[in-house]
């Protein structure tokens, strides 16, 4: 269902409860915030507080973007250009093939994938508009054991849920597999378990669900 059916389903009256309950990709969260005239640049888990602090009753005009848009650095940087004192804010620098190929010969690589701590380094650094971090910090704060255990967590959480749900035998038996899927990741999610998909959850809220069944 995309935000047009969904918006018409509710009757343009979205609830923080029904938002909580329909899944989006990060091209729909972007369509939603555009359409409330939220922030529309950021994480899947950014666009989400954006969203959930406005229909939980805050005013549009008082939700701002946790970070700069630094896609919109008029100069990207070359691989010749970036040095372990390149700084990571306003300097042009990106998580592009030029950094990927600086990192390759930084690390003596052929091949360099960037890490997920590399970009939650680079959103804290933008959060807390720390012009001073280098690429050389960026490079040994990599080595600390990755602690963002925060609402981006929760989003990738959720993206593994539903995969395996999506993975699994009993998801067969059912149409609308997201829509079974929030449903069992609202209880998952509120309770002290972890926030993992195993098939016993079918069977425990099989009431809750079975009008989606096949």
């Known amino acids: 269902m995309n935000p047009e059916q969904f918006f018409e389903k509710e009757k343009h009256a979205l609830t923080l409860e029904a938002y909580h309950q329909q899944y989006f990709y990060k091209t729909e969260l ?9 922030p529309t640049y950021g994480t899947k888990a950014e666009l989400n507080s954006y969203l959930e602090q406005f229909l939980s009753g805050t005013l549009a005009n008082q939700i701002h973007a946790k970070r700069p848009n630094q896609n919109k650095s008029r100069h990207q940087l070359t691989t010749d250009e970036i040095s372990l004192t390149t700084k990571l804010l306003d300097s042009g620098f ?26 939650v380094i680079k959103r804290k650094a933008e959060v807390e508009h720390d012009t001073q971090i280098t690429v050389g910090d960026l490079i040994q704060q990599m080595k600390v054991p990755l602690e963002d255990k925060n609402h981006e967590e929760s989003t990738y959480q959720w993206n593994h849920f539903v995969r395996d ?42 009431d809750e669900i079975k009008i989606y069944q096949k």
């Open 94 to 119: 990106s998580f592009n093939q030029a950094a990927r190929q600086f990192f390759a010969n930084y690390f003596h690589v052929q091949k360099f994938s960037f890490k997920k701590s590399m970009a």
């Open 165 to 206: 749900f999506c993975h699994s035998t009993p998801s067969n038996s059912f149409n609308n597999q997201i829509k079974v899927a929030a449903i069992l990741w609202q209880h998952v999610k509120n309770s002290k378990q972890p926030k993992v998909y195993h098939d016993d959850l079918v069977n425990k809220y099989y």
């Open 30 to 38: 972007v369509q939603l915030c555009q359409q409330y005239k939220l």
